[in-house]
């Protein structure tokens, strides 16, 4: 029987394959490029691309591809083979460092926010070796970058890795005031966990709304939905074990840690969480994750839904972001040790968390405003729109007692003792853990709450490396110059506690009063929209910053906010027509031939005995007629609605329709249609209902 341990990464062209494939030259050579940051050195390239072709080819691959990330959400792939023709007629299989450093994918179909016409058409894609390629059917998937011709970066991963050096280089200079002179780099780490639902696919290919948007636009609330608890770390349904073994062990071959698996709250929903690693290749990892999921979903006659919100009334998805950063000899600079209060280091790096999320709460908001996200924020399972910090116990009383100049007593480490003697005692944590706060302290990093499910984690990543890196920026401006460095150094400690106090919140985020005290007491940001927060995006505040530490060039950060608006309102434009196409298509129809059968029947039984009141049927007929003319009136509007967004002079107006009209609009369609569907037999309506969809795999 083959064990884990004998499979694990077989697909990736990890350090395990270099160190044997490659010579001690090149590989040191390799390693300081992706431990150093330095230049890749003259030659590598052509060893690495003949030991990767070699190795890939003993694994079946075929093809090769730059695996890119461009700005559509998905991940973008064009195959190459590696044969070449040869002079007898054959063919050779051929790879070269010039075709692993460069490709030349079309740079105007992909989304571009003007940075590209149509006719320019030349864009090109480099290798990035601090992230692992790997094989995927017959393909060698190498991960790179995407630029235009002018060198605009055109997705994802160039402004991750630049915001990576950033926050390196800022790092690096408190690390030197510290007294440490090894530390040759400091990286990010992340561990995305993933939320996602699981639908019979059967049942899946019956809703045009599903197939059309990734969520149900109709469906009235089953008898029994997530008020018992029992699915959440419920006994988890064979069919569904089945699945997520076959998942487990695809990602475990292309070296993905995969380590937590269980039911989520609601019906049909559940969770896979991995190890955290570097940011950039937590990012790649995530994008292949969510591919894997959808995939291997099919295979067991399954949909995998990663939409934020597929189900109203029920729990949507989300994908916690658990940030921290630590120095290449793995120190972890968030990591509090057993006296935080005596730990400057820990405690500067910790300010400089709490300042970045308060300066730039509207870059947050922004890094996971999607459509369909401003569905689940502020949710029952969700955590609310407004930016807020939760640190604790402990550390918000070490932060009082240094903002007051106090001595910090310090919190009693309790034993937890459940009354029976077998059970083992063990001590309690500090702190609670809150699943409401945005941002959470969880021991040694940070959970960033917010992402929605489909979401790439690139975006928030971007934005909170440029935060903290501007955070330790200013420290080190300062501390570099002062005169007594200790003295400096407590006071700037004490001057962000007392300056950023607002953004720190313990209690229930959930809470409306706590909504009410943010914004108006605290004067926190509550975007609720995506159309509320993107143009921020370019407020001189925010491009100063990401211009400053060279993550966005002007010229890109204008396109991202032109291409996030545009995203949105395609999507809800999308769901409109398709609320509108299945209320006339499909609702209106299956009323209809309803309530003319219950009226036929009444008239047949007043035929038999014309004493019969058929209050049953009159009262049914009445309602539905009712409830027709209100779905195709509410479909009229619907409709003029969206013909305002096609009009609307550019994509700020037009999201300002939708978010003030369009939505508002589908929200009036939704609700007579929902009710008619309580009201009409069930072999009528026209499809699965959320009965069979959140309780029909088993």
């Not at 300062?478 to 150094?489: C, G, I």
């Not at 035929?607 to 409830?627: F, H, I, K, N, W």
């Amino acid at each position: 029987m083959q064990t884990i341990q004998n499979y694990f990464g077989c697909f990736v062209f990890d350090d395990r394959v270099m160190k044997a494939r490659l010579s001690a030259d090149v590989y040191t050579s390799l390693r300081r490029t992706i431990d150093e940051d330095k230049k890749l050195a003259p030659g590598v390239a052509d060893a690495v691309a003949a030991a990767m072709r070699d190795w890939a080819v003993e694994h079946g691959a075929t093809h090769y591809t730059h695996w890119f990330q461009p700005l559509t959400g998905v991940t973008a792939e064009k195959h190459d083979s590696f044969i070449t023709p040869s002079p007898d007629g054959g063919v050779i299989l051929e790879f070269s460092g010039k075709e692993l450093i460069k490709g030349e994918p079309d740079a105007s179909s992909f989304p571009s926010g003007g940075l590209r016409a149509t006719f320019e058409a030349r864009g090109y894609t480099a290798w990035d070796p601090t992230s692992y390629a790997f094989i995927k059917g017959k393909t060698l998937c190498i991960p790179t970058a995407f630029c235009s011709y002018a060198g605009h970066a055109l997705d994802k991963k160039t402004p991750l890795l630049r915001s990576m050096e950033a926050l390196n280089r800022q790092a690096l200079r408190i690390l030197r005031l510290f007294g440490n002179d090894t530390a040759k780099a400091v990286r990010s780490s992340v561990g995305p966990e993933q939320e996602y639902f699981l639908v019979d696919k059967a049942l899946y290919d019956q809703r045009p709304d599903l197939r059309f948007t990734g969520r149900t636009l109709f469906g009235a609330k089953p008898p029994k939905g997530q008020e018992m608890d029992d699915h959440y770390f419920g006994v988890i349904k064979p069919r569904v074990e089945a699945y997520m073994q076959e998942l487990n062990e695809e990602l475990w071959k292309l070296g993905i840690l995969a380590k937590t698996e269980h039911n989520e709250v609601a019906p049909a929903q559940h969770e896979l969480a991995p190890i955290y690693t570097t940011t950039n290749a937590a990012t790649d990892q995530n994008q292949l994750t969510m591919e894997i999921m959808q995939k291997v979903a099919l295979r067991h006659g399954l949909v995998c839904l990663l939409h934020e919100k597929p189900f109203a009334g029920v729990n949507g998805s989300g994908k916690h972001n658990n940030w921290s950063i630590a120095t290449d000899a793995g120190q972890n600079l968030l990591s509090p040790g057993d006296t935080p209060y005596e730990n400057a280091q820990f405690l500067l790096f910790l300010c400089a968390v709490l300042k970045a999320v308060d300066d730039y709460q509207d870059l947050l908001r922004i890094s996971v405003a999607t459509a369909g996200n401003d569905h689940r924020l502020g949710a029952n399972e969700a955590p609310p729109a407004v930016v807020s910090v939760f640190l604790g116990d402990e550390l918000n009383a070490i932060l009082d007692a240094i903002e007051t100049d106090t001595p910090y007593e310090g919190v009693e480490k309790k034993q937890m003792k459940l009354g029976v003697h077998v059970l083992p005692r063990f001590n309690r944590d500090t702190t609670d853990r809150n699943r409401t706060s945005p941002f959470a302290f969880t021991g040694n990093k940070f959970e960033f709450r917010m992402l929605g499910s489909s979401n790439s984690i690139a975006c928030a990543n971007i934005m909170l490396n440029s935060a903290v890196a501007q955070s330790l920026k200013i420290y080190a401006d300062r501390l570099e110059q002062a005169e007594d460095f200790e003295t400096a150094l407590h006071e700037m400690i004490r001057k962000t506690i007392r300056d950023h106090r607002r953004i720190i919140f313990n209690g229930n985020g959930y809470d409306d009063a706590w909504i009410e005290e943010a914004t108006k007491m605290r004067g926190l940001l509550n975007y609720r929209t995506t159309a509320d927060c993107m143009p921020h995006l370019l407020d001189p505040k925010n491009a100063d910053m990401l211009l400053a530490h060279g993550v966005f060039s002007a010229e890109e950060l204008r396109s991202r906010c032109e291409i996030m608006l545009e995203n949105y309102c395609k999507t809800i434009v999308i769901e409109g027509n398709t609320m509108a196409a299945m209320a006339r298509g499909q609702i209106l129809p299956a009323v209809e031939r309803f309530a003319a059968d219950v009226a036929r029947n009444a008239l047949q039984k007043k035929q038999m005995d014309a004493s019969l009141p058929c209050a049953y049927e009159t009262g049914v007929v009445r309602r539905l007629s009712a409830l027709t003319d209100e779905i195709a009136a509410a479909a009229d509007t619907l409709e003029v609605t969206l013909k305002k967004c096609a009009q609307a002079e550019d994509v700020f107006a037009e999201s300002a329709v939708i978010r003030d009209e369009v939505l508002a609009a589908m929200t009036a369609l939704r609700t007579p249609c929902d009710t008619a569907e309580t009201i009409t037999a069930k072999e009528y309506w026209p499809f699965p209902t959320y009965a069979d969809l959140l309780f029909g795999v088993q």
